[in-house]
């Protein structure tokens, strides 16, 4: 059984729909004490980081979700969810994370830009927009990734803000958008996903069932 944090805060309708698909029951909750002994563990989240972290502390979930972390359950943090799992956020003002995994949250730069062929043949600079939204491929790390991510897999995304781990062996996966950035972390036994995957279709669903497949 996996257990989804509800704070009402997250794409929670859809990510319960994209596990059944894969075959994976969910349970569904706000009780710290489900969350605290929970067997395999999602935080979600969408919005900002300020918001979720709020909500999470109002329900007193924060010491749950750390002390399930701490028993080294599998642990999944979607989109916000997975920046919570940093030490901190720049994202309106500073803001702490859950501090699982070293590093912080920063803003995409403004002035990100994209060379593309020109009718010519020229490289052409194009500016991008900022949240980097909709689909973009993205590479592991390491090909025995325990996510099951495979070059070239495309994942979608939307998002103003990014992970900046301390360490580069966190992780998993990167992507690009005007430069490379990490779309997917992991430290022991905490994993944390930049895109949706339960917006991606095959290559979502195959990243949730490679996770409700790690042993618990």
């Known amino acids: 059984m996996l257990t989804l944090v509800d704070y ?9 729909k994209a596990f059944a698909h894969v075959g ?5 909750t706000d009780r710290p004490e489900d969350v605290a002994r ?4 999602v935080v979600p989240g969408v919005g900002a980081f300020g918001a979720c972290i709020g909500a999470l502390e109002c329900r007193g979930l924060v010491e749950s979700i750390l002390h399930a972390a701490a028993r ?10 997975m920046q919570l799992l940093f030490d901190a956020s720049e994202e309106h003002g500073e803001h702490a994370g859950l501090g699982l995994i070293p590093g912080r949250i920063v803003r995409f730069a403004d002035d990100l830009v994209h060379d593309e062929p020109g009718l010519d043949g020229v490289a052409v600079a194009r500016r991008l927009k ?10 592991p790390a390491d090909t025995k990734n325990a ?14 803000y990014y992970a900046r781990p301390e360490a580069s062996s966190d992780v998993l996966a990167w992507a690009d958008y005007g430069a490379a950035f ?16 339960e917006k991606s279709q095959a290559a979502g669903l195959h990243l949730l069932r490679a996770f409700a497949d790690l042993p618990a």
């Not at 009402?8 to 319960?16: A, D, F, P, T, V």
């Not at 990490?182 to 995957?197: E, L, S, Y």
């Open 8 to 16: 009402g805060i997250g794409n929670l309708r859809s990510l319960e």
């Open 24 to 28: 994976v029951p969910v349970r569904r």
């Open 38 to 41: 929970a067997t395999r563990l």
């Open 72 to 81: 080294e359950v599998p642990l999944l943090g979607v989109c916000v969810g």
């Open 130 to 139: 900022v949240p980097h939204m909709g689909w973009s491929p993205v590479r």
């Open 147 to 160: 996510l099951g991510i495979v070059d070239g897999d495309h994942f979608y995304f939307v998002h103003s």
């Open 182 to 197: 990490p779309a997917a972390v992991a430290r022991g036994r905490v994993f944390g996903v930049q895109f949706h995957p």
